[in-house]
């Protein structure tokens, strides 16, 4: 009898069940370290001055006060620091403190370092910079329509471009025109998503050290270490191997710590110019000044089918409205197109999409990066579609279902998908049948479906290395020793080394120890961003143990004269699989080992296939080695007097591969439920305009008035979990983190078109929207609940 | 000019404190940055998050909004203050258990808010709940399996108590 490796679901003993987390005590017990918990003998505060000016030239900057000021020991402008940086290698265009131009208020002009934070502030005051204002651009229309007889945003990519203009992408695959002439039925919509931030609850946090010959340590609360180490040596021209970049437990970040920012580089610069160490820590405001989130998209969609309810063609044209800096747009823009193509079958498609500057805080990546706004616009289209060719919307979507390993229409190819399992799910939990177009008027259910990348195939900066790497050591006391350097931001990846490791090695999840965060010390991982992290650095642990594991079961063989194979490894023992009662203590079966092999240690890596993109240019942004899947259904009451929409609950269902831990998949699941309910109804990021205060200025930068969901807010959330096994994945697991987001808010748009018959194509579904809504459809009259499908 | 300092005199998780600060310090400042307990967070500086919020005679209190002379005197309880020798807390053992911290940053100051309700009513109800946290933002759970864990904490609080 062999004993199989633990790849189906009966083999795993610790994968697949609820865990604690292995920081979590930590955590509960407010002993957990995060950046801003840190302090070092003779630390200095730094503060940032930022501009007024929405758009504006710096004609010259005087410190020569502030640095006169008693307790000031370093200040850096952006002379000091005069190289630009990007996170995508082919649009560096911001430096860490402006050099001559300022593109929003909020951008950083200038950095001091002083005893502490009031003397900071005091010194601020003190500095002096000579603007000469110039127009801003803050309405990306009219940022596209620019034709240079005012200063563009930026220096045009080439001589008599418009240099607002950061990227335009146009694709098309199939006969568009042609399939949508010949369609039964064509839906065109026009939508608009408003712009939202992440709000994380920790505001950004960095502290630089300087040996005083040769290296620099920066601390950050950042998503991305390993980038940031890059930018840092590049910025401050010093070598890779002399900077180390550690990060303590990040208080959330959801998209909006996955690149650089400008306190990063200060700390690192005024630690070598004062040789102490440098604290910045963001004010609220200041974070959302850094912003990063959500991009504002104008969406026009025209979507046909047959009269049976196939879809035909999809035609779509987006606006991205980028704000001061490229930050991800590059990607960004090409995402609003690519990720659309699951889990539909379309047999034409065409998107044709341009991102351009606004002199606002620059947009980039927040949860569901750049596929959330077309997914809401697209999964409207979809309701509309079903009811003109006279279909329950399940039925529309499971018509058009694409099925499992296949390629889209633009030749991502997917692997296993469970979409058909996560509809029945919710249809099903949520009583659908008994509700749609059958509750009274005011009351109504919605659904929506969506997918998500595991992972993008390709890095930011073009290499053939593993995306995702794993040591780990075990020594004669029992001990597991995993050294990751994958970014733990809540979402629990430290965790998931510690069960697979545990798993593998047979040792209780205690004796394993996870030293994570450093980049001396731990293999690159990319970082936290893009879902990638469970799919590729779960891979990478279990390369990485499966090599401990046969060096042990080997040793033990060897000692009990059996087959390496029959050794089972598990609970802190090793037994022998056919007759489990011959047994020793895990600890004595690593010595085994460590005398046969000397002392053991592994390492594991894992990179993507190459195959699973298209063979065009921009057909590898998009690509992932999996996709994941979810349905939501919302049910919804809206009061037509005050305009008010009263979300009861979301069912979600999720295809995440195998859940590896069901209760930490269910937390990404129902706050992803919750944070796409909550860009759905509450929040906005508004900007006001020349008639109502100072044109360019964020309105409301705190978290009074930018509204998030509190505990009164939030709508019941209902967790399904689908579980399809990927061929690929660790285990068969997928992504939790992003794709339960997306359906919430389209989920909710056609509930609230089930419940009084107006159609929502505007975010927010805020009270003044939704009242307006309200208002025209009861001078057209159609303030009524819509008709069954196929009802006359 | 810098800022004058004085003496304040605090009780925190039973331990008597003498600390020069900053007259301008909020009592978060001086757990935090003067005495050295950096359990309680802070999220906006401005009463709007609930991430510093710590038991004031009792009471769930927002520590960036009061200033530290104003806690002189009086109990002050903080996360680090819930855990006693025994172990951690109820709320804390099960919001390890449920899942309920995330990113773990609101935690110390949901764990404070909680603990006060659960001393008050350890058999709340969902709503309940809901109404004693409103002025805790949790960023990464959508609050889901928090009650879960303050549901769980309340039953395990009120079995040790009828425990002969």
Not at chain 1, 612 to 625: C, F
Not at chain 1, 645 to 671: T, Y
Request: proline share 6%; net charge negative.
């Amino acid at each position: 009898m062999s004993v199989k490796p633990p790849n189906s679901k009966s083999d795993l003993r610790l994968i697949g069940t609820n865990q604690r987390k292995i920081e979590g005590l930590a955590k509960s017990t407010g002993r957990a370290v995060y950046t801003d918990d840190l302090t070092f003998p003779g630390m200095l505060h730094g503060k940032i001055l930022r501009s007024p000016h929405p758009h504006a030239r710096v004609r010259a900057i005087d410190v020569s006060r502030a640095a006169a000021l008693d307790g000031v020991h370093g200040i850096v402008t952006g002379q000091d620091m005069p190289t630009t940086y990007g996170i995508i290698p082919w649009t560096p265009d911001e430096y860490p403190l402006c050099v001559d131009r300022v593109r929003y208020i909020g951008d950083g002009v200038a950095a001091v370092a002083a005893v502490d934070e009031d003397t900071a502030l005091r010194a601020l005051k003190l500095i002096e910079v000579d603007y000469e204002e110039l127009p801003a651009f803050l309405d990306p229309f009219d940022a596209a329509s620019a034709d240079g007889s005012t200063p563009y945003i930026h220096e045009p990519h080439k001589a008599g471009w418009n240099g607002n203009v950061t990227k335009m992408v146009h694709l098309e695959f199939g006969d568009v025109d042609g399939l949508l002439d010949g369609s039964d039925v064509v839906v065109e919509g026009e939508y608009f998503f408003e712009g939202t931030t992440h709000a994380p609850i920790e505001p950004h946090c960095a502290i630089g050290h300087w040996d005083g010959s040769s290296k620099l340590t920066v601390w950050s609360s950042t998503q991305v270490p390993h980038y940031l180490h890059r930018e840092l040596s590049r910025v401050l021209k010093i070598e890779q191997a002399q900077v180390r970049v550690l990060q303590p437990l990040v208080g959330g970040a959801f998209g909006g710590k996955s690149e650089p920012f400008d306190l990063e580089f200060c700390v690192a610069k005024l630690a070598m110019m004062t040789g102490r160490p440098v604290k910045i820590l963001y004010t609220r405001e200041e974070v959302f000044y850094a912003h990063r989130g959500r991009h504002p998209f104008h969406m026009k969609y025209r979507t046909g089918a047959t009269s049976d309810g196939k879809l035909t063609s999809v035609d779509a044209k987006i606006l991205l409205d980028g704000g001061a800096y490229a930050s991800f747009g590059l990607v960004t823009t090409y995402y609003s197109g690519q990720l659309l193509c699951a889990p539909y079958t379309m047999p034409a498609y065409r998107f044709d999409s341009k991102r351009v500057y606004t002199n606002k805080p620059a947009c980039g990546p927040k949860r569901g990066h750049g596929s959330v706004q077309p997914r809401f616009a697209f999964e409207v289209q979809i309701d509309k579609l079903s009811e003109k060719v006279g279909l329950d919307p399940f039925e529309f979507r499971r018509r058009n279902f694409i099925g499992e390993h296949t390629r889209t229409v633009n030749e991502l190819r997917i692997t296993s998908n469970g979409f058909m399992e996560c509809l029945e799910a919710v249809e099903r939990a949520s009583g659908w049948q008994e509700k749609f177009r059958k509750m009274p008027f005011g009351r109504g259910v919605g659904v929506a479906g969506s997918t998500y990348i595991c992972g993008t195939n390709y890095p930011i900066y073009p290499n053939d290395m593993p995306q995702s790497g794993v040591q780990m050591q075990i020594d004669r006391s029992g001990r597991v020793a995993v050294f990751s350097g994958a970014s733990e931001i809540g979402q629990g990846c430290d965790s998931v080394v510690a069960y697979i490791a545990a798993e593998e090695l047979g040792v209780p999840l205690d004796w394993v120890r996870v030293m994570r965060g450093d980049t001396d010390f731990t293999p690159v991982d990319l970082g936290a961003y893009s879902s990638r992290v469970t799919f590729m650095l779960g891979n990478a642990a279990i390369d990485a143990a499966v090599k401990l594991r046969k060096m042990v079961q080997e040793a033990v063989g060897k000692s009990w004269e059996v087959r390496p194979n029959e050794v089972l490894l598990a609970g802190g023992w090793a037994m022998w699989a056919p007759d489990t009662s011959k047994q020793m203590p895990i600890r004595e079966a690593f010595n085994l080992a460590e005398a046969e092999f000397g002392t053991l240690g592994s390492t594991g890596s894992y990179n993507t296939p190459k195959d699973v993109h298209g063979e065009y240019r921009g057909g590898t942004i998009g690509a992932s080695p999996a996709y994941s899947f979810t349905a939501h259904v919302a049910e919804v009451e809206v009061d037509v007097e005050a305009g008010i929409v009263d979300v009861k609950k979301i069912w979600v269902a999720h295809d995440c591969g195998r859940a590896l831990n069901p209760i930490l998949v269910e937390g990404q699941m129902e706050g992803s439920a919750y944070m796409g309910f909550g860009e759905a109804l509450m929040e906005q990021h508004v900007f006001k305009d020349a008639d109502h205060g100072r044109a360019g200025l964020l309105d409301a930068p705190s978290l009074l008035d930018y509204r998030i969901p509190t505990s009164l807010d939030t709508p019941e959330l209902e967790s399904l979990i689908v579980e399809s096994i990927d061929p690929e994945g660790p285990y068969g697991a997928k992504e939790a983190g992003e794709g339960p987001l997306h359906p919430s808010i389209p989920a909710i748009a056609n509930a609230i078109y089930d419940a009084i018959g107006i159609r929502m194509d505007r975010l927010p579904f805020s009270p003044p929207n939704v009242w307006r809504g309200i208002k025209a459809a009861r001078s057209r009259g159609s303030l009524v609940k819509p008709s069954r499908p196929g009802a006359p | 000019m810098p800022a004058t300092t004085d003496i304040v005199r605090l009780i925190v998780n039973g331990d008597r404190h003498e600390v020069g600060v900053p007259t301008h310090f909020t009592l978060l400042e001086t757990l935090r940055y003067v005495i050295g307990l950096t359990g309680s967070k802070q999220g906006c500086d401005k009463g709007d998050c609930g991430a510093c919020t710590v038991i004031v005679d009792g009471e769930p209190t927002l520590s960036c909004l009061m200033p530290v002379w104003e806690a002189e005197g009086r109990q002050v309880t903080t996360v680090e203050g819930l855990a006693t020798a025994a172990g951690p807390h109820a709320l804390q053992d099960c919001f390890d258990l449920n899942g309920a911290a995330q990113c773990g940053f609101c935690t110390p100051g949901i764990l404070c808010s909680a603990a006060v309700l659960l001393t008050r009513n350890p058999s709340p109800s969902r709503e309940e709940i809901q109404e004693a946290l409103s002025g805790n933002l949790c960023r990464c759970t959508g609050y889901s399996k928090i009650y879960d864990a303050v549901e769980a904490a309340g039953r395990r609080l009120l079995d040790a108590a009828e425990a002969p």
